[in-house]
């Protein structure tokens, strides 16, 4: 399978954590950018954070930073979110997709790049308040 597959989701309340797991194969996994992407009720997608997985690197969407954070583990090519201080307005969505691995991705730029061509079922989060 080469779509990546998310867990992770559920609901919490506002101000509980929860962290999003991707799966996904080598091919897409290895040396290339990996991110995450959430779609709330009545609203467009919007990136959420991305991360190389070749070094490491990371960006964060103004959706993303300072409450969440990415991460990797390459040996399980496994990508994650991890959301601290959630908040009502974080309710969505939340789908891991990984960019075109033959094209260059940079993780400041990728958002804002076609490219994405894999993408995971998505996992929902709700956060009442």
């Known amino acids: 399978q080469v779509q990546p597959v998310e867990s992770g989701g559920g609901s919490v309340q506002a101000g509980g954590s929860l962290r999003l797991s991707c799966a996904a194969s080598?091919?897409?996994?290895?040396?290339?950018?990996m991110g995450w992407f959430r779609q709330g009720p009545g609203k467009e997608r919007e990136g959420v954070a991305i991360?190389?997985?070749?070094?490491?690197?990371?960006y964060y969407a103004d959706s993303g930073k300072g409450r969440f954070t990415i991460s990797q583990d390459n040996a399980k090519n496994t990508v994650y979110l991890q959301m601290d201080s959630l908040k009502p307005e974080d309710t969505a969505m939340y789908y891991c997709?990984?960019?075109?691995?033959?094209?260059?991705?940079?993780?400041?730029?990728?958002?804002?790049?076609?490219?994405?061509?894999?993408w995971g079922q998505g996992t929902q989060v709700t956060v009442s308040a």
């Open positions: 991360i190389y997985t070749g070094g490491g690197s990371t």
């Open positions: 080598a091919y897409i996994y290895s040396d290339n950018c």
């Open positions: 997709a990984a960019f075109n691995p033959v094209l260059p991705c940079s993780v400041v730029t990728a958002l804002h790049t076609a490219g994405w061509n894999y």
